[in-house]
Nanobody, 124 residues
Framework: QVQLVESGGGLVQPGGSLRLSCAAS????????VGWFRQVPGKERGGVSY????????YYADSVKGRFTISREYGKNMVYLQMNSLKPEDTAVYYC?????????????????WGQGTQVTVSS
């Protein structure tokens, strides 16, 4: 069973940057597609970005395209989400998740394992 731990969240001013990390144990991340999702109270968890395991293709929600970058370190069981030009509407709990569907997906239900989440707050 894969365990995931997110880190790197915190409080940042609008326009600032954060880098979220997702560390895996109990399995090799290289074999999984990895997604980042976020959730605010009262709303469903929504996809932010994901990276495939088949060819490393990356995908972004329109709301973060051009500002966020997902990347992975093969062999080190780490995936990152670099978040730049942060906006108050990016405030949420961010989760990483993995799926054996090598291409990845925007559907949360496809993901097999989830981390506990890390809070990101964008506020002045």
């Amino acid at each position: 069973q894969v365990q995931l731990v997110e880190s790197g969240g915190g409080l940042v001013q609008p326009g600032g940057s954060l880098r979220l990390s997702c560390a895996a144990s109990g399995g090799t991340l290289d074999y999984y597609a990895v997604g980042w999702f976020r959730q605010v109270p009262g709303k469903e968890r929504g996809g932010v970005s994901y990276i495939s395991s088949s060819d490393g293709s990356t995908y972004y929600a329109d709301s973060v395209k051009g500002r966020f970058t997902i990347s992975r370190e093969y062999g080190k069981n780490m995936v990152y989400l670099q978040m730049n030009s942060l906006k108050p509407e990016d405030t949420a709990v961010y989760y990483c998740a993995v799926t054996s569907v090598r291409e990845g997906s925007w559907l949360a239900g496809v993901y097999d394992y989830w981390g506990q989440g890390t809070q990101v707050t964008v506020s002045s």
